[in-house]
């Protein structure tokens, strides 16, 4: 009975051993993975929005700053923006009246993905919300205007070298809108 059960172990465990070896070197594999995967680097990411006018000067600039990293699980947000309140409804007459107001969110919202260094530029997934009052057409109908730019698109930035990475014609006016960004390494 003894043999038969200690056969029955020497069969089994040669079954085992290998599957158990397969095991440790899926292991050790992981690891070394891990192990060569780049330290991430870190990028100063300046972006400047600008309104220009028909003659391509900007009446118009506001500069957002962030840091983005080449980590495989970066992802970063600029938000910023107000709230305006608009006229939806009014009721009543002379001192007795009443208003109603819908507010409208107006700012600039940036999502920034998957960073990778590509030579000496850096690629980013860059997505954009940029919205904000324009100037009525007819200021005697107190009815705002609203301006919206929303695109998304993978970017090359140069290092160091400010670059156009988004322009749009206005479509109330002759002007235009224009976001750069600009990277530099932080050290």
Same mark, same amino acid.
């Given at each position: 009975?003894?043999?038969?059960?200690?056969?029955?172990?020497?069969?089994?465990?040669?079954?085992?051993?290998?599957?158990?070896? %397969? +095991?440790?070197?899926? *292991?050790?594999?992981?690891?070394?993975?891990?192990?060569?995967?780049?330290?991430? /680097?870190?990028?100063?990411?300046?972006?400047?929005?600008?309104?220009? *006018?028909?003659?391509?000067?900007?009446?118009?600039?506001?500069?957002?700053?962030?840091?983005?990293?080449?980590?495989?699980?970066?992802?970063?947000?600029?938000?910023?923006?107000?709230?305006?309140?608009?006229?939806?409804?009014?009721?009543?007459?002379?001192?007795?009246?009443?208003?109603?107001?819908?507010?409208?969110?107006?700012?600039?919202?940036?999502?920034?993905?998957?960073?990778?260094?590509?030579?000496?530029?850096?690629?980013?997934?860059?997505?954009?919300?940029?919205?904000?009052?324009?100037?009525?057409?007819?200021?005697?109908? /107190?009815?705002?205007?609203? %301006?919206?730019? %929303?695109?998304?698109?993978?970017?090359?930035?140069?290092?160091?070298?400010?670059?156009?990475?988004?322009?749009? *014609?206005?479509? *109330?006016?002759?002007?235009?809108?224009?976001?750069?960004?600009? +990277?530099?390494?932080?050290?």
């Amino acid at each position: 009975m003894r043999k038969t059960t200690l056969l029955c172990l020497l069969i089994l465990s040669s079954f085992a051993w290998p599957a158990l070896g %397969r +095991a440790q070197d899926a *292991d050790k594999t992981t690891e070394t993975a891990k192990a060569q995967e780049p330290a991430p /680097h870190y990028y100063h990411l300046v972006f400047v929005v600008q309104d220009l *006018d028909a003659a391509g000067k900007p009446t118009n600039s506001r500069t957002y700053t962030t840091s983005v990293s080449t980590d495989r699980h970066f992802t970063g947000q600029i938000r910023t923006g107000s709230r305006f309140p608009i006229a939806s409804a009014s009721s009543g007459s002379g001192a007795g009246v009443s208003t109603q107001y819908q507010y409208v969110d107006l700012g600039v919202n940036f999502d920034l993905m998957h960073v990778v260094e590509v030579g000496r530029q850096i690629s980013i997934d860059v997505s954009a919300e940029l919205s904000s009052m324009a100037d009525a057409r007819d200021p005697s109908l /107190h009815q705002p205007v609203i %301006r919206q730019n %929303r695109w998304h698109a993978p970017v090359l930035i140069p290092i160091g070298k400010p670059t156009v990475i988004f322009s749009s *014609d206005a479509l *109330d006016s002759k002007g235009s809108l224009q976001v750069t960004a600009t +990277a530099t390494v932080l050290e």
